[in-house]
């Protein structure tokens, strides 16, 4: 079970905006942040759960596959990132 994530995305929708992911429970939120203003843009989520509960291998292979394959996968409005941040999560839980 994961109590809650917190993240800062490199998103191609906004590319010179970080996004940021919260996560409590089964609800999502993502919001544009502050502009990256010449720090190396990169995601980092952090996740809390309960002890033995996370499986690295299975997250880091479900973050693989979310990689943008191209840049029309992220066109779509915030919301569809919404939506898959709650699929995954619903898997986890």
Do not use: C, Y
């Not at 609800?27 to 544009?32: T, V």
């Amino acid at each position: 079970t994961i109590f809650r994530a917190k993240g800062i995305l490199q998103i191609d929708r906004a590319p010179d905006r970080k996004a940021v992911l919260q996560v409590v429970g089964k609800r999502a939120q993502i919001g544009l942040s502050e502009a990256w203003n010449g720090q190396a843009r990169e995601s980092h989520i952090v996740m809390i759960g309960a002890v033995g509960s996370l499986n690295p291998a299975w997250l880091q292979a479900q973050f693989e596959a979310s990689l943008a394959k191209n840049v029309s996968f992220w066109s779509h409005p915030l919301e569809t990132t919404i939506e898959w941040v709650r699929d995954a999560w619903s898997a986890v839980q």
